[in-house]
């Protein structure tokens, strides 16, 4: 099943993976959640899936503390 992930913000392609069921179900994803579908996890017509989340060059332009980042940007991506 493929993955894309994109930002909810900008609407750019973060990334994209093909997971297996098992693997969905060792990372803890389940697509029939009804709470993270409804928030994060949309289908696709072609059987796969997005998830929303925010790309590292929106998060760097939102006005928040360095403290109250979820994540910090890995040196030498972008």
């Not at 913000?9 to 803890?28: F, H, K, V, W, Y």
């Not at 009804?34 to 994060?40: F, H, L, T």
């Not at 760097?60 to 403290?67: F, Y």
């Amino acid at each position: 099943m493929k993955f894309t992930y994109l930002c909810e913000r900008c609407g750019a392609i973060i990334g994209s993976m093909n997971i297996s069921d098992s693997e969905m179900a060792t990372m803890g994803i389940d697509p029939l959640t009804v709470d993270m579908s409804q928030d994060i996890i949309k289908s696709t017509e072609s059987g796969g899936y997005f998830i929303y989340s925010l790309c590292y060059d929106c998060v760097d332009t939102m006005s928040l503390n360095e403290s109250e980042r979820p994540y910090r940007r890995p040196q030498g991506l972008h």
